[in-house]
């Protein structure tokens, strides 16, 4: 019994040795270069060798900025409202056109926003967006409410974003609901109909129970995803104040590469590892209480 | 059979040593497309040359010399420096915005300006770039390209409005703006009266600075050891900016994107936006489109901005690299102009800061659009080329963005400023 | 049973009426969905059409007065196109390739290989992908400067082989798979890559055709990367940084219209692709199990 032990345990490391030998290198080293890089003050040009040691200050300054801590809570908030309301909107979609006729059709459609090239993205909402004559203003106002300067006031600018964000992150997470919508077995649904459960019903009690692992994923991934954002707060927050728009990615880009202060931003790299990390972790646990298995053996 | 084979080995050696001597210079520019390959007709035909052709011109005249253009975004040019730093790779000659220049300057990364060529620069620059392409006192390269900022206003509106004339002082312009304002029902403008450039570091604060200047104001003291944003002046400069938003001209929604479909009647623009405006406004252009100079509060003043041409110290070819600027530079054609400035000129649509060659090209510089802005130069003062300038630049503009707003009131807005640009300064000066 | 004249039960006729009501909510749902999700990509397509001067308008037009198929013409005029086509074909493909091979041999062993410190070392998986993408931007410049590869498609292709992601995806799926299944096979002498081939593989069709088309795409669009190496190694330049070599610094909008065709360029491999994978897709989730992850 103890040879087959060993030899499954070889056979494993077997499996997963390309990619452990992978991330020793493009991992490991970047990992520990950038711990290295944070505990310095570095501008790029000069060899890091003469880089200054500097302890760590810059977590202590981060920690202290205004800007810094409003583009946490930016994208604390940005990433909590985006990955629920993404996932919830996606199922819906997905219940809903998984029976419909077409199918195909709709899934295509409802693809290409993830296709869609930001520059057109931008143009896009920019137009929706606008205080004067816009489609959203246009639609306010019929109802009698006043126009809203979307972009560029600091209220709003940062939920204008996350519902574009939304809006372009829904078609991933319909791909992969399909499929485990799909794979529910129809026997259940048509018990539930003979018990005279109707299509509400059928949803809450089979499908969301039956998605679970699926949801699990989506959150988990989305959360970790969500929390690195950078492209759309950059492309559509250039004119509203920084500080509703900030987020931590945007942060440590600027000053890595506009104040040309590398230490100070792999500092901020590690401090939003350190917050995705409790924030998985988190979201891992939850799923677990709520009697998920499939994540953990 | 021996001889010819010995004649073919010789010509073989011949050629291998010539190509071994090729000497390799590396270019890195931030033009792109038509600006690196020249302007072509609907059959193919050159037009107006662009930077390859130039190229082609020296490598013809120094067969042992190659010459590669790298072209980089402008986005991405001065990340990509740091980056191909990081692992040692350099290019032998960079186009630089000043304000990157600094920094690379206190690493040690350019090479010092031969002394031939700076006497060159300093006897046919003009003053605004030749200050301009000065870091720690001293030039540290060749300046290539010289912007500063004028007043846009579209003719059909100020004349609707009762205005023959286009403002001169800001005062003027803050009143004119407000009486062209026009609003819809529901209260959003249907049409600025002014509309502040904004989205990027200069674009708020190089205005700012034009209006700081024309007080007789200025940034930072001497020697770069205290930010002057305290002084009278600096809170002056923007409450007059801010009039624009109490009196209704304008608001932070304001797009100077908007001037090209009549949404905007007067805007702060820079030399580079001629092309587009010609595009939009197409027959139209010369009837609607006026410039005249910044608008001053005490003496006409504009903040400039300049590039310059300078050779990495870590090259392996700095001699030849210099050589090559010279020529590009200061070698005259028949009309007397030299090739960077021909192609500032005629292709880039930018301003060249020699005086021969803006002289030589009446015709681009001298028309409807630019001459203003060359007109202004000798009122031009470029922006202080201090030590994290984009740092401390982005930290301006967010202050001013916010007092724009009414986050906050202009004496706390600079005060802040003021305060974070000194702990920078003290970082880098003391 | 209460009937009318036409024989139908009154109860079943309120619900049928309920049904179509409700269906005919959905169809509004979803068709108003649909067309939020496709302006952008249709605008898009539209605006490529237009002449540089349509695109200066304050307001967006939604068709060209007269369609511009010269746009199209005049991209490859201006830039190599075919050459980004290649370069991005192979690398993101190349990529997409490996990241497939090494996501379902790692995702294989961490669901149903019982090899010691399997959870750590899955744990340890996940948290790769925690870290912000930017931490390694400059030491994998560094190292591809060092392995030489700064000059050849191993920089575009080997710092992507692997993904954290992609070993998750996986390994959910496969924990699907009934043991049954797999422990008859190894008491019948089958060793573990035989398995993997035979028996795994197969079913995880659907779950490779997902993975492939997000993995490809994310590398197709793939910017920053490929912009550092390739801005100094020409030939290898892929479509994205291609294109934006289009945009003219400074001149905002000259051109805007070459820039919108050369995306739609960029754009089309990707619809292609996915409409190939679509038909794999449907069938094969139906027959797999992606069930109780």
Known sequence: MRKGLRKRNLVGYGFIAPALIFYAVFFGFPVVFSLLVSTRRWNMLVPFEEARFYGFRHFEYLLKNELFMRALLNTCLYAIITVFVTISLSLIFATLINKSKFSVLWRFLYFTPIVTPPVAIGTIWNYLYKPNNGVFNHILGSVGIDPVYWLTDPNTVLFAVMITAIWGGIGSSMLIFTAGIQNIPQAYYDAAKIDGAGPFRQFWNITIPMLKPTILFLTATGMIGAWQVFDLPFIMGKNAPAKSIMTVSGYVYESAFQSMRMGRASAGAFILFIVIFIVTIFILRAFRKGGMSGYED | MKKVFLVILIVAMIFSISAMAKTHLVWSVHWTDFQVDGVKDEDGNLVTKGIQQYVDEYMALNPEIEIEIQSVPFDEYLKKILISHTAGQVSDIYGLYSLWGVQLVESGILDNVPAEVEKLVSENCVEAAYNGSMIDGKLRGIPMEIDNYALLYNKDILAESGFENPPKTWQEMAEMASKMTKRSEDGTVDRYGFAFLSGWDSAVVHPYLSLLYSLGGNMFNEDFTECTLDSPEALEALKEELVLFKNGATDPAASVYGFASGKAAMIIMAPWYETSLRISFKDEYENKVGVAPFPYLKTPMTAGYTWFLGVDRASNHKKEAWEFLKWLTFDKMENGASRLGELMALNIAAIPPMKFDIEAYPDELDDLYTSVFVNELKNTISEPNVAQGQEIKTILMREIVEAWHGQKSPEEALRIAKEEIDEILEEFYF | ?293
Not at chain 3, 39 to 63: K, V
Request: with cysteine.
């Open chain 3, 1 to 293: 049973m209460k009937t009318d004249i036409t024989g139908i039960p009154e109860r079943r006729k309120k619900r049928n009426i309920k049904k179509t009501i409700l269906t005919i909510i959905k169809y509004i749902v979803v068709i108003t969905g649909a067309i939020c999700m496709v302006l952008p990509f249709f605008w898009l397509i539209s605006s490529s059409l237009m002449t540089s001067q349509e695109l200066m308008a304050d307001t967006p037009r939604w068709f060209p007065e007269v369609p511009q198929w010269n746009n199209y013409v005049e991209v490859p005029k201006r830039v190599p196109i075919l050459k980004y086509y290649k370069n991005s074909l192979i690398t993101a493909g190349i990529a997409t390739l490996l990241v497939l091979i090494t996501s379902s041999l790692s995702g294989y062993a961490f669901a149903k290989i019982k090899f010691k410190g399997r959870k750590f070392v899955f744990r340890f998986v996940l948290s790769t992908m925690m870290f912000p993408v930017f931490i390694f931007l400059i030491p994998n410049y560094y190292l591809m400067k060092q392995l030489g590869w700064l000059t050849n498609y191993m920089s575009l292709i080997i710092p992507f082989a692997v993904s954290g992601y992609g070993i998750f995806l996986i390994r959910q799926f496969v924990m699907s798979i009934p043991d049954e299944l797999l422990d008859s096979a190894r008491i019948d002498g089958a060793g573990e890559m035989r398995i993997y081939m035979k028996i795994v593989l197969p079913i995880l069709k659907p779950a490779m055709a997902t993975l492939a088309t997000l993995t490809f795409i994310g590398l197709w669009n793939s910017f920053l990367w490929p912009l550092i190496i390739t801005s100094s190694v020409q030939d290898l330049m892929t479509l994205p940084v291609g294109v934006s070599r289009l945009s003219v610094a400074f001149s905002t909008s000259e051109n805007q219209h070459l820039i919108l065709a050369g995306l739609v360029y960029q754009v089309v491999p990707m619809v292609i692709l996915f409409l190939y994978l679509q038909k794999n897709y449907i069938k094969g989730f139906v027959l797999s199990g992606f069930g109780n992850l």
